[in-house]
């Protein structure tokens, strides 16, 4: 079992930014797809960005190129630098680890296996 732990969240000013981090525990997952999921109130939870598992390759959703810059430093931590912060980037950022699929950055909630407690971001106006 994977287990995926996140930090950095907090308040922010608009135009602020921070520093999200994911730690990975539990079992190897060297090829795993590791990505960045949010979810506001009231809403559908969403892609943000992905990293592949030799980072090599990332994925951003339209809303956060740019201003988000996802990285990893080694095979257990990756992080999500948030630049340039709006209110509607306000939500609950998650963190995933797709197994399955090394060959192709997934983007859905569905392709992801491991899910961590989330880390609240608020950027007020």
């Known amino acids: 079992q994977l287990q995926l732990i996140e930090s950095g969240g907090g308040l922010v000013q608009a135009g602020g930014s921070l520093r999200l981090s994911c730690a990975a525990s539990g079992r190897a997952f060297v090829t795993y797809t590791m990505a960045w999921f949010r979810q506001a109130p009231r809403k559908e939870r969403e892609f943000v960005a992905a990293i592949s598992w030799n980072g090599g390759v990332t994925n951003y959703a339209d809303s956060v190129k740019g201003r988000f810059t996802i990285s990893k430093n080694n095979a257990t931590t990756n992080y999500l630098q948030l630049n340039a912060l709006k209110p509607e980037d306000t939500a609950l950022y998650y963190c995933?680890?797709?197994?399955?699929?090394?060959?192709?950055?997934?983007?859905?909630?569905?392709?992801?296996?491991?899910w961590g407690q989330g880390t609240q971001v608020t950027v007020s106006s």
């Open positions: 995933a680890a797709d197994p399955r699929r090394p060959w192709r950055i997934a983007t859905t909630t569905s392709e992801f296996d491991y």
